[in-house]
């Protein structure tokens, strides 16, 4: 009933006890990019150790929607390289603007290294140059084919 919904007028409703069935095992939030930076700023400042911003929205999830008795685990899914401007500006560095610049500056400001599978992308011939805009993607998807 749900997908035939979905399918024939782009949505579907849940009703009150539906919903409160999904809420006895479920629940979500969400964090803001200057949440995810001060639970970056905040973790690295307390365990020594960077997180990404997938990882900061967990620990937010964590502090305000699970029951402290419960055991929990987070696992970082994602790896902070990746967000290197993100980190770098969490760790105080507003005016970063470039991936390799922001690595730079976190080795040289915490004791953090960039992994050497990382570090050896930036000397890589770039393969794929072709940068799209939104409008043309179909017209190379269909040049591509």
Known sequence: ELMDSLNKIGRYTL??????????????TYATD??????????YEEEGYII????????????QK????????????????????TVAQALGEEGIESDTKAL??????????VP??????FGKEIKHPIVVNEDGIKGEIVKFL
């Open 15 to 28: 009703t009150k006890e539906e919903l409160a069935s999904i809420h006895e095992d479920f629940d979500a």
């Open 34 to 43: 200057s949440e995810c930076k001060e639970y970056i700023a905040r973790y």
């Open 52 to 63: 990404d911003p997938h990882t900061a929205t967990c620990i937010k999830a964590y502090e």
């Open 66 to 85: 699970t029951p402290k008795e419960l055991k929990s685990i987070i696992y970082s899914t994602a790896e902070w390289t990746k967000f290197s401007t």
């Open 104 to 113: 730079e500056w976190i080795v040289n400001n915490t004791s953090q290294i």
């Open 116 to 121: 050497p599978m990382i570090e050896g992308l």
